[in-house]
């Protein structure tokens, strides 16, 4: 393709701002010292003719304006600051065909319509009986390949690896960006905003997401499923009516340094393995980070405050959650402050391990219901209503050390810094205990790998044999009656929190 640059209309902004004139100035910089041919593209004029002119790593500038939809199947830069489109029923106003593509700048404005509009338009151009191909569907004229049933209204589709989206901004639509069977998509400093689910991502890996806010959307901010090698960093998942971050079936997964608000879930691993998620603050969720069926994660260094929401049960909230027969979960140097429940397991979880946590002002610090040979060991618990409570489970409150608990009234007579008398579990019907309770806060590092050796000494109970830790010098967990069964777990009648099922 053969066309100059058009130098005299580059240098003012047509929105007038001098940011745009700022960012342009920068481009024509960048431009000078690349080989690629450049070329500026009108708002209303034809984008895709542009494309399918196009030379693959030319650069394609959308000047400031209003845009129609466009495919592209070549790899190429689409710079738009200013720049803005629209998609409709099944129509995106951007599709990504091709590997090593960049889009920058744009603006996009969703749709998000019943499913009655999109059989209509399936209805519409259907090419059945004897006019139709094998089939049965037509192409669609911006040549974006068959058109399929399964697609939701998306404002970006992407089919294509290697592909960079950068200061964007989506809203209205039922899917932001909607990506499958990739590998290398790369989302920065862009915002997704009013959307029923703002990104969706599957079977896909090496995705990164930094920098970007996710906001008021009516399920999920996230959405990814069966998908590896994925990094979210930097990132505000606000107001979010389901999952700020969901993960379903997924491993290999970092979730570090994000804002999680006033979500019903912060951040969820559902059947989600080998992943961890550090350094978030989870605030006014019903969960602030919870785990699902999910196995060897790592959850440390998050602060997880104020989760207390009254739309289900007033006041519940839980700073973080295991659940549905979790395991080998390491949740550690955690701040877990004014919440209903700061962390909990439940539902046949076991060999999971709490610790060097700081619990405080929660109603419940640690809730355990229905599970076994789990270790809560090293915890600082400060005032919150009750420290723990442990319901029907076989679990361990002390290894060589317990926990230290601000409610603790015995004494320390050989000044070893842990209590001569045992520190009863306020609440449940487990009957159970921290026989080394610590007299001081820990403040110590932690060693995931210690906490696994840990796990493997200490976490011992049989259900089915009724084997069970006794007490000895070495310091050790639980102290039940040996039981030629395992446990019967009855149900409790008593709603104390209400059930958590996905629903996106």
Known sequence: MSMAWPWSSLGCATSGTEQITALRIAIVLALLSSPALAVQIP????VQSAIDSASPGDVLILEAGQHRPFVVDRPLTLIGYGAFLSSDVQSPAITVRSDNVRIEGLSIAGVKRPSEEKFKYYMERYQG??????????TPATASGPLRLDLPNA??????SNVTFENMSVRDAEVGIFAEDLHDL?????????????VLILRSSSVSIINSEL???????????????FTVTGCRAINNTHAGLFFRNCEDIDVIGNTLSRNSEGLVFWSTNHSSAADNRADLNYYGILLADSHNNTISRNILVNNRRSEIVSGFGVGMSIQANSSYNLVFKNTASNNYNGLEITENCQRNALCGNNISRNTHGV?????????????????????GYDNQTRSIWNTTVGNHYSDYRGSDGDGDGIGDTPYTIPKGSSMAADYRPLVRPFTGEIDPDEILEDIKRYARYDPEEGRTI????????????????PPVFEENAEIERPPFTPVL
């Not at 404002?155 to 294509?160: D, I, K």
Request: aromatic share 10%; glycine share 12%.
């Open 43 to 46: 708002a209303g004029h034809d």
């Open 129 to 138: 009986g004897a006019s139709g191909g094998a089939s049965g569907f037509s």
């Open 155 to 160: 404002a970006v589709l992407v089919f294509g």
């Open 186 to 198: 790369f989302i920065d400093n862009s915002k997704f905003q009013s959307c029923k689910t703002g």
């Open 215 to 229: 906001i008021g959307c009516e399920k999920a901010g996230l959405n990814a499923s069966n998908s590896r090698s």
């Open 367 to 387: 809730r355990l219901d229905k599970n076994w040979n789990n270790l809560i060991y090293r915890n600082n618990f400060v005032d919150n209503v009750i420290s």
């Open 470 to 485: 006794r007490v000895n010098e070495s310091g050790a967990a639980i102290r039940y009656p040996a039981r030629r069964g």
